[in-house]
């Protein structure tokens, strides 16, 4: 396996049926629990970045000229989207100084609301998704992280009585 499919399919945890993009999803759970561990929000957050440009520098050079990048086994954007999801948990366990851990219901919330966005894909997700290039394929899957971490930060303000409805 190349490098470049090697980052694509996350090591080949993308090569892992069924549903592929949920595994992915699933992979990157501890490992933003390590960056959080190791270097709070901002360490989570400057890695996603580095996913993410590794990305799209990794999926065009994954497949033949001429193929559709939107494949699958391609994780790499489900890891970065999940970890999106997750940025305001890691900065709520951070602000509070509350063990990332004890904040269990935020991370199933960013992990289910993700892939609901990832899968229903929503107006501008849907957009994204239609690149059918590189950057598309990453793209999809920060917004639909975004729309999580939105979800996430709502629910925990319902959950903590900030918000009445």
Known sequence: MTGARMIATLGGIGLLRPAPGTWGAA???PLAWALHLLGGPWLLIAVTGIAAL???RAIPRAVGPGEDPDRPEFVIDELAGQWIALWPV???AWGTGADVLALWPGIVAAFVLFRLFDIAKPGPVDRADRRKD???VMLDDVIAGLFAA???VILAAIGHGVMLL
């Open 27 to 29: 992979a990157a759970l």
């Open 54 to 56: 590794a990305g799209v």
């Open 90 to 92: 890691s900065l709520g």
């Open 134 to 136: 590189a950057v598309g």
């Open 150 to 152: 939105v979800g996430v």
